[in-house]
């Protein structure tokens, strides 16, 4: 909690990130508002999954989280459309950082397969006693995803460049969920590169500054601003 922090001026403010904190999308929309958005500029809500509020529940009926209410009335309900529109705030030397045109279409493909083939893996290695297959089985399909991770990592330092992009921030939440079910196959595994990457961004302060634990929300608390 950070009541002591003076309060957000209000022209600052934008809106509200609805978010809940072990969820890789809102960590990826968390980083990107932690990057490009002046300190305190959002009202951030931690939602518990099973008891989402009715005020989330009233702007996005399909309630996954993160959530963006802007306060122009605009609601963001997919992770990666919050992240873009944090970066538009930004600045031109952000967005040719994060977002460079020329690699735009491999960025964004790197994600969809992310968020498509590799998550489909990533859920049922972690629950793999509720599926069909083994653990085994799921794990040897995210790891041609980790493959091509560590293949882009022997040509830069991040996924595209070196520097940190918008690819790195979305995708290594879930790298993160993929190396927890088994660490100790994660840190033996073939991947150097790959966890050296992932080690670095746990231990950034960026990621430790997302991180921070806050109670559920419930109307009337003290806000809650974010970014710090
Ligand atoms: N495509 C969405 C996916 C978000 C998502 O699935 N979030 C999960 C939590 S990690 C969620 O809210 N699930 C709804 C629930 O469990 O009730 C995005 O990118 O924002």
Redesign the pocket.
Known sequence: MSDSKPSAPSNLQLGILYS?RR????MRARLACALFLPTQSLELREVV?KN?PQELLTISPK????VLQLNNGKVI????DIMLWTLEQSSNEFISQYLPLHLQLEIDELIDEN?GSFKWALDRYKYADRHEESEEYYRKLGESFLEKLESLLEKNHYLFTEELSLADISIFPFVRQFAHVNKKWFEQSNYPRLIAWLNALLESELFNSIMEKYQPWNAGDVKIYFPK
């Open positions: 809940f969820c890789p999308y809102a999954l989402k309630a996954t989280v993160p309900e997919e992770s990666r968020d």
